[in-house]
């Protein structure tokens, strides 16, 4: 008992000596934040400084935006009113959050923030007396809509002599608070431009040692640099190199100052234009950089291998599948032959992947925003393939031979003829297979464009691995070989039936090339298919005048010229009318409108819940989606029943907007489905292959937030 009395006697004397506590106003309600200035002292001494801060308690899913705001929004700002001979310096920002509104990058802060100011106390201020201190503070506070917001703060604080102590509540915190914020000095940074873009390199004590997984730099000034894009990482020994997109149009920077946030931990750096240390790159990116794709580089390459299996099985690839059985059946039973043609199919497959990645990269290293399937973004290149298609299928109905008929194949060893023809199938296997994106393959080749040169080929050589594995294990084991029926007349009919699916190909690229170009081209393409089949005609000709030992040298030489003249006639180039998916229309019942980045925020501000659907009329996974799930009447009613607003963004010709959005989402190709919530939130991905219950479905949810 005695002890406890003891005890509450040097309480009470401890109380009366100290400073009282700050007289706090109320904190002012301003419609989504409760706001108020705080102080880390009990009280002030003259000639010292004092800590305040000014405290923001955020509704929930409401937000307000740091010194650089992103894409869009303000940042918070005070207006002081000061005693004379008191001044206020500037507000020291807390670490940024990220926010990704639609197609826009945002930098801000939620629930509860503390922004720290010191405040300098003039050597005139008497102890003894109160002062007030008096901030105007003004916000943008936004949710799906924005709303201005403002409120008059003030804090009375008692001028002591000698030390004041802490401020047992609100001490700790903005000391925290200002421990938390970025520091200049820690680490070391320099700015290179090149063709890739804007690198970042960054070096010090903190972050060496290339551990280095969650990095992003957040710029002071907005408008250097693309906020939304992806920041490629490359790790170092001494430190980690970003490679950023800049602004399109604006000027290369002279420097480039802001915050780096590595692994949590935030650095303030100031980069100056030179040389990138050598110690800030070489180790690549960290493994956990490969999340979609299951886990580094080896985990993109596992997914890319899964997707090169399933891509055979994808409609756009089943023409070719059409040529490789003729081929296969034709050397089932000479063991040699059929390796040397799996061997040689293999090659054409690898060699086709690894130039249209390089040629990928090279594309988008020099600034064009392309991805998987490019190539058929241009109508000269549909239109030779679509004359490709035509012609393959002429010769397997047999209106004109390339090297011998089926029916002797598989006598001897394989020719070298037989050999290019594989090659040469693989390739052709590679081009038309690009529309198509397997499941597996979007994660990983989402990720392989944000790598270095060296793990994005590494990753297609995955893809082409097993898109070529089929074939290639069946061409090598002869268990399966055995199974096959022996060559002999019935492969000469084989052929000419396997024809009809390169026709129904060739159909399908003029319907891309229409959709894509107008009906000027698909009239241009029409007539060149009729100039190439009049020549396909003539080599048949003459290939049976040579058979019967009389000349025919003119006629194919007439059927040459005819077969180039066409082909001219197709791939001009000319101006290119726009896609019929463009506008907005009706699919099957379905009412839908353009995609663009403003529509898509405006519906969203609105509230309302929102479908994109990232197409192109090349795309046979697409099409088939469009015919399969959308154009259903149980897709029309949901989206009828939700007021969902159904959204088309079409990729059939090139368009850097939408490449941007698919690299945000980790997709390096079509189709991307994504569902926004009435309401707000992060937009929901949907499996590439849908049925009519799962985009009802996922409308409905949606819609109700």
Request: hydrophobic share 50%; proline share 8%.
């Amino acid at each position: 008992m005695f002890n406890r009395l003891l005890a509450g006697l040097v309480a009470l004397v401890a109380l009366s000596v100290l400073p009282p506590s700050p007289s706090l106003a109320a904190p002012v309600r301003s419609g989504h934040i409760e706001s108020e200035l705080v102080s880390a002292s009990r009280g002030v001494s003259p000639g010292g400084e004092v800590r305040l801060a000014l405290r923001q308690k955020i509704d929930k899913d409401w937000h307000t935006y740091w010194r650089n705001s992103g894409d869009s929004g303000a940042p918070t700002e005070l207006a002081w009113t000061l005693p004379p001979g008191w001044s206020a310096g500037e507000l020291v920002w807390a670490p940024p959050a990220r926010t990704l509104v639609g197609p826009l990058m945002n930098y801000g802060y939620s629930g509860e923030v503390l922004l720290p100011v010191t405040v300098r106390v003039p050597a005139s201020a008497r102890p003894g007396s109160q002062v007030t201190l008096s901030a105007k503070a003004a916000f943008l506070v936004c949710s799906d809509v924005c709303i201005p917001e403002d409120a008059d703060l003030s804090i009375t604080l008692d001028v002591v002599s000698g030390p004041t102590p802490a401020d047992p509540v609100w001490g700790p915190r903005i000391e925290a608070a200002l421990a938390a914020a970025p520091r200049p000095g820690q680490v070391q940074a320099a700015l290179a431009t090149g063709p890739s873009g804007l690198r970042l390199a960054a070096t010090g004590a903190p972050i060496a040692g290339g551990g280095a997984r969650a990095v992003y730099f957040f710029p002071y000034v907005g408008g250097v640099i693309d906020h939304a894009a992806s920041q490629a990482l490359d790790r170092g020994p001494e430190g980690l190199t970003l490679t950023l997109k800049p602004t399109p149009g604006a000027a290369a920077p002279t420097s480039l100052s802001g915050v780096l946030e590595v692994d949590g931990k935030f650095y303030e750096v100031d980069a100056r234009p030179g040389p990138v240390p050598a110690g800030a790159s070489g180790l690549g990116p960290p493994p956990a950089a490969a999340q979609a794709a299951g886990g580094g580089l080896l985990g993109a390459i596992a997914f890319a291998f899964l997707g090169g299996l399933i891509l055979n099985l994808m409609p756009c690839v089943f023409p070719i599948l059409a040529m490789k059985a003729a081929s296969l059946a034709g050397h089932g039973h000479d063991r040699r032959a059929s390796r040397f043609q799996g061997l040689a199919f293999l090659a054409g497959v690898m060699a086709t992947f690894l130039g249209l990645a390089a040629l990928l990269l090279v594309v988008r290293a020099g600034g064009a925003a392309v991805g998987w399937g490019f190539q058929l973004q241009s109508p000269p290149v549909v239109s030779a393939l679509a004359l490709l298609m035509l012609a393959v299928g002429l010769n397997m109905s047999g209106l004109f031979e390339i090297g011998s008929s089926l029916q002797g194949v598989g006598a001897g060893a394989a020719s070298r003829g037989g050999g290019l023809g594989a090659f040469l199938t693989g390739a052709l296997a590679v081009v038309v297979a690009a529309p198509c994106t397997a499941p597996f393959m979007a994660p990983a080749l989402g990720w392989a464009m944000t790598q270095p040169p060296a793990a994005s080929l590494a990753v297609f050589a995955g893809l082409g691995l097993g898109f070529a594995a089929p074939f290639t294990l069946a061409a090598l084991v002869p268990g399966l070989l055995s199974r096959l029926p022996r060559p002999g007349p019935w492969m000469e009919t084989f052929r000419r039936v396997l024809a009809f699916p390169m026709y129904g190909a060739a159909g399908w690229l003029a319907w891309v090339l229409a959709v894509q170009a107008g009906p000027d081209l698909l009239a241009r393409l029409l007539a060149a298919a009729v100039a190439l089949a009049f020549a396909c005609w003539l080599a048949g000709l003459a290939q049976a005048r040579s058979a019967q030992g009389r000349p025919a040298r003119l006629q194919g030489l007439v059927a040459l010229l005819v077969a180039v003249l066409a082909v001219a006639v197709a791939v001009w180039p000319s101006a290119a009318e726009p896609s019929a998916l463009a506008g907005s229309g009706e699919s099957g019942g379905l009412a839908y409108e353009a995609y663009s980045p403003e529509r898509l925020a405006a519906l969203r501000a609105e509230g309302k819940a929102v479908f994109v659907n990232y197409t192109a009329a090349w795309c046979v996974t697409c099409q088939v989606n469009e015919r399969v799930a959308f154009s259903t009447r149980t897709a029309a009613d949901a989206f009828k029943s939700s007021g969902t607003v159904y959204l088309k963004a079409d990729w059939t010709r090139r368009d850097s907007v939408i490449a941007e959005d698919l690299a945000r989402f980790g997709m390096a190709g079509v189709p991307l489905y994504l569902v926004y919530p009435a309401g707000g939130g992060e937009p929901k991905i949907l499996p590439q292959i849908l049925t009519p219950d799962i985009v009802a479905r996922a409308v409905k949810e949606a819609a109700r937030g």
